[in-house]
């Protein structure tokens, strides 16, 4: 069957500290994979996605992300953290139909 | 653009008791989709459609139908309320080519007491 793992359900970092959100995916093939926020009372928003080509992908808000076939991952990074990244993240990968992973809620400290 | 349009946000409804969910979206695509969004549990899909007159079910439709009747509307409804269907819902659309990812609306919070 189809899943998404996030393995971590909070993370918390420093403000200016570097982060990275771990995700896995079980597929029969290589999904599209995207990464999406979600802040409190809201809808999802599309931070960054990748389905062929460079493996490193860029996206908005200074988060970039790596497709690593090996390891069936796809984590999500930023090399220095805002207050205002503080939100849900999801994971998510698959064709014309999307499985999402659990989420993970990123906690950031002054 | 207004994008995909959930109506209403919020809804209390008593168990038994049916409703629906309006979506619609204005960009023109035929994907369009329902998730509910349970805490630690990420987004599970409900139903799905993949244009006017088509709709299949997803991971978990139980006590919900969908239709579409047109590409810009894909309303779900709940027949007989129950406590298990207390959640938010997201509807989401998508183009053809899925590469592009989902546009999400701001999702309906749903309580059955």
């Known amino acids: ?23 896995n995916y079980s597929y029969g093939a290589t999904p599209y994979l995207f990464w999406y926020v ?3 009372g809201q809808g999802l928003q599309l931070l960054l996605k990748y389905f062929s080509g460079d493996t490193l992908v860029q996206g908005i808000k200074g988060f970039e992300a790596e497709f690593k076939r090996s390891q069936s991952s796809f984590n999500l990074r930023k090399p220095s953290v805002h207050w205002s990244d503080a939100a849900e993240y999801f994971c ?7 499985v999402f992973g659990a989420g993970t809620i990123l906690r950031v400290k002054s | 653009n207004a994008g995909v349009t959930q109506t209403p946000k919020f809804r209390i409804l008593k168990i038994g008791q049916s409703m629906t969910l309006q ?32 709709t299949d079910k997803g991971e978990v439709p139980n006590g919900y139908n969908v239709s579409r009747s047109t590409t810009e509307d894909f309303p779900l409804r ?29 999702g309906t919070r749903l309580t059955v007491v």
């Open chain 1, 1 to 23: 069957a189809q899943s998404v793992t996030q393995p971590d359900i909070h993370i918390t970092v420093s403000e200016g500290a570097s982060l990275e959100l771990r995700c």
């Open chain 1, 38 to 40: 979600q802040s409190p």
């Open chain 1, 92 to 98: 998510a990968a698959g064709g014309n139909k999307l």
């Open chain 2, 23 to 54: 979506c619609t979206q204005d960009m023109n695509h035929n994907y369009m989709y329902w998730y509910r969004q349970d805490p630690g549990m990420g987004l599970k899909l409900i139903y799905y459609s993949v244009g006017a007159g088509i």
């Open chain 2, 78 to 106: 709940l027949e007989l309320a129950a406590p298990s269907q207390t959640s938010v819902y997201f509807c989401a659309s998508s183009q053809i080519q899925s590469n592009y990812g989902y546009t999400f609306g701001s």
